[in-house]
């Protein structure tokens, strides 16, 4: 037969706490508390797993603090710490196998599939900027002139030919079937 380590989970009856002033810390500090605790953890349960350890090494050290008005600190300094161990400690998953996996297949400039791929892809995107910023696009990049001639050959300003190009390759990068190729 085994004896109960928690007498009042057992029976049902609570026992009045050592420290009543640790517990009214707790209900009127727990809301503020558990806001830093998340601060540190990405999961909500993590936070309150790791708020409740704290207090915990709080409580056991109870007695040996001097000044309770600086509880805070020295909650999140446990919170702080608790923390930094918990991530110390994280388990790394590494097995060991007999053969080396298979890195990813690189896609190579050389084969002509793939490039030819790409070439069609980047011109589809490049057909669906609105005419001027093609127009910009297509100079600048594939007849490789210098913003200043590019201007020079549209009729505008060479912040007008800066603008434009910059939000057509904003377009590209988001283009899906680019997005794909990188």
């Not at 297509?138 to 001639?149: G, I, M, T």
């Amino acid at each position: 037969m085994t004896t109960p380590v928690c007498t009042s989970a057992s029976n049902g009856m609570t026992r009045p706490s050592p420290y009543p002033s640790f517990a009214s810390y707790v209900r009127a500090r727990q809301p503020v508390l558990l806001r830093t605790a998340r601060s540190l953890t990405a999961n909500p349960s993590d936070a309150e797993d790791l708020l409740q350890t704290a207090l915990t090494k709080t409580y056991v050290a109870w007695e040996r603090i001097e000044d309770h008005r600086a509880l805070d600190g020295y909650v999140r300094r446990a919170l702080l710490n608790t923390r930094t161990s918990q991530w110390r400690k994280r388990k790394v998953d590494e097995f060991v196998c007999d053969e080396l996996p298979e890195p990813e297949p690189v896609v190579s400039a050389e084969d002509p599939a793939e490039r030819q791929a790409l070439h069609d892809a980047m011109w589809r995107a490049i057909m669906k900027l609105p005419a001027r910023q093609r127009a910009m696009v297509v100079l600048r990049y594939y007849e490789d002139l210098s913003e200043v001639q590019t201007a020079e050959v549209l009729g505008v300003s060479v912040g007008t030919v800066k603008s434009a190009v910059s939000r057509a390759l904003g377009k590209l990068r988001e283009d899906p079937e680019l997005v794909l190729v990188r």
